[in-house]
Nanobody
Framework: QVQLVESGGGLVQAGGSLRLSCAVS????????MGWFRQAPGKERTFLAV????????YNADSVKGRFTISRDNAKNTLYLQMNSLLPEDTAVYYC????????????????????WGQGTQVTVSS
């Protein structure tokens, strides 16, 4: 079992920055991808970024390239999302998620492929 707990959300002005954290606990056996998703009211939960926990390799959605950076700290078992140049349209509940598989496999941007989810943290960007 894997438990994920997001933190770091809050209210920020447009153009500002915020760093989200996701504490990871539980035992994982295999290769792990950790992703960030967000969901605004009335909209679907959409992919933002993913990191290969083992290698550190990342992939970002076009909507946040150049503004958001995903990273992980293996020693702290923590996933991060550094968000810069925030826009009001970034307002949403942000979720971290984990995908665990045996052996090597490709990352996914599909929320249905992720096995574990955090409770979400609210990010509100004011104009």
């Amino acid at each position: 079992q894997v438990q994920l707990v997001e933190s770091g959300g809050g209210l920020v002005q447009a153009g500002g920055s915020l760093r989200l954290s996701c504490a990871v606990s539980g035992r994982t056996a295999g290769s792990v991808y950790m992703g960030w998703f967000r969901q605004a009211p009335g909209k679907e939960r959409t992919f933002l970024a993913v990191v290969n926990w083992n290698s550190g390799g990342t992939y970002n959605a076009d909507s946040v390239k150049g503004r958001f950076t995903i990273s992980r700290d293996n020693a702290k078992n923590t996933l991060y999302l550094q968000m810069n140049s925030l826009l009001p349209e970034d307002t949403a509940v942000y979720y971290c998620a984990a995908r665990v598989r045996r052996g090597s496999y490709v990352y996914s941007t599909n929320k249905a492929d992720y096995d574990y989810w955090g409770q979400g943290t609210q990010v509100t960007v004011s104009s």
